[in-house]
Structure formats: C-alpha cells, structure tokens
C-alpha cells in the first residue's frame, strides 16, 4: 500500500485549512498546478470540501483535516536520539 501522486496532493491541500477557525476557506484558482486543481476537485466529490475549487471544510473534512496536520506533524518531528 503506498500513497499516490494524487492522494499527496490532497494532503497538501488539507494542510492548508486554518482548524482554529471554521470561518476560513481556501479558493483554489483556476491557474494553480493541474494536481492542485484535481486534488480540490477530488476532494469536493470525496465530500471533504464543500466547492469544487476549495470553500470549507466538511464534518469529514475537519476530520481528515485533522488527521493529515497530525500526521505531517509526525513525520516531521525532530528526534533527539
């Protein structure tokens, strides 16, 4: 099981989404990267974002939202051993 080019670029996006607030959405413009650009849509049809080109987080999206920052925030911990 790996991640895909195309799941990499949906975590991108998601760690984009500002959690300390619900108020705030990103808009993806139809000049970004062509992944960038399907990674939002795939997103909105996966039910995570409510437009095809970004607005808000879901319910689910919060959820994945979460997940990826921890997971980036894991990844990229420095260890001291």
Do not use: R, W
């Not at 195309?6 to 000049?31: P, Y």
């Not at 879901?58 to 921890?70: C, F, K, S, V, Y």
């Amino acid at each position: 099981m790996t991640f895909t080019v195309e799941n990499v670029a949906e975590l991108d996006l998601l760690l984009l989404f500002d959690l300390s607030t619900s108020q705030a959405g990103i808009k993806v413009h139809k000049e970004a990267e062509p992944a960038v650009l399907a990674a939002a849509h795939s997103l909105f049809e996966k039910g995570l974002v409510t437009q095809a080109d970004g607005g808000y987080l879901t319910t689910l999206g919060i959820a994945a939202a979460e997940h990826a920052q921890a997971l980036f925030t894991i990844l990229n911990a420095h260890s001291d051993k």
